[in-house]
């Protein structure tokens, strides 16, 4: 049976315990509104976009999510066109990406094991399901993202919740939007979590953990530190972006093996900004890397 929060209903959460944010009571799947606009990214007058509403996952995707798609695996791998923003041609599943997928469930399970000491994802359920799922390919997240009935946010999407939209916050939490105060109370960064000084795995807390003080605009939790997360853009360089954007996105050249926007740093990371732009090859995967998704109403 479908879960319905918040009056959206989402046919993959039956049966998923409500055990995300800061006290362990909310469903995983939450997942809130955020009204379109035209903003600036990174910030920057020079490069304002404008992004139609859409609805984001609350939370970054947890193992507990994951391992619903990975249980229905390979039958919850996508449909060519699947996975799409309504409004970007060309913007859904390559049925080129088909060889790429991992071929079953054992061999999904160990592809998504990158670093063993730090590699949330267990084979069976176990004490890391309220965690964010990491050190996965980002076709995976594609795939994940489209049998879940969304995609992964654009660039620009990310970017415009991250920084409150028109508010152009310094940090999701600013406020007043200029504020630059942060710590390990707001989000889970430079190996901080654990408080013993090194980086260790008990420094990626659950996801939410530092909600409400950390949340931004319209409530999304861990948008800086946590995990860095994948969106839909290829990289091309630090200071190229689609201009003018009005719903945009850098697509990838077909056969081509990309680098891709990560946003929002992550747990191991001294940077924790909305405005922190990164990259990583898709077909490689690593502890800092996560995702969420996105639906347009």
Avoid at 26 to 44: D, I, K, M, S, Y
Avoid at 149 to 154: A, V
Avoid at 200 to 227: C, I, N, Q, T
Wanted: net charge negative; proline share 8%; hydrophobic share 35%.
């Amino acid at each position: 049976m479908p879960v319905c929060i918040d009056g959206t209903c989402r046919p993959r959460c039956g049966g998923l315990a409500a055990t995300c944010g800061p006290t362990g009571n909310e469903n995983c799947c939450a997942a809130l509104q955020v009204p379109g606009g035209t903003f600036n990214r990174e910030n920057n007058p020079e490069l304002p976009a404008t992004v139609s509403s859409f609805e984001m996952d609350r939370f970054e995707v947890t193992v507990a999510r994951f391992r619903m798609f990975a249980d229905a695996y390979p039958e919850s791998a996508p449909m060519a066109g699947a996975g799409a923003h309504p409004l970007i041609p060309g913007s859904g599943w390559n049925p080129d990406w088909d060889a790429i997928l991992p071929a079953d469930r054992a061999r999904l399970s160990a592809a998504v094991r990158c670093e063993s000491e730090y590699s949330t994802w267990t084979d069976a359920p176990g004490a890391n399901e309220r965690l964010p799922m990491n050190c996965t390919l980002w076709h995976l997240a594609f795939a994940f993202c489209a049998w879940d009935g969304g995609r992964l946010p654009t660039e620009a999407e990310w970017n415009y919740a991250a920084a409150g939209g028109s508010e152009q916050r310094a940090y999701p939490w600013s406020v007043p939007p200029g504020s630059t105060t942060i710590d390990s109370t707001y989000a889970a960064y430079a190996c901080l979590g654990a408080g013993t000084g090194t980086c260790e795995f008990a420094d990626m807390p659950p996801v939410g953990s530092r909600s409400p003080k950390g949340d931004g605009r319209w409530r999304h939790a861990d948008l800086a530190g946590s995990m860095g997360e994948w969106t839909l853009d290829a990289f091309i360089s630090r200071d190229h972006y689609v201009n003018p954007c009005v719903n945009c996105a850098e697509l990838d050249e077909p056969g081509a093996t990309l680098n891709r926007v990560i946003r929002g740093g992550g747990w191991n990371q001294d940077r924790a900004t909305q405005f922190e732009r990164a990259y990583h090859p898709e077909n490689d995967f690593t502890r800092y890397i996560g995702f969420r998704c996105v639906r347009t109403p």
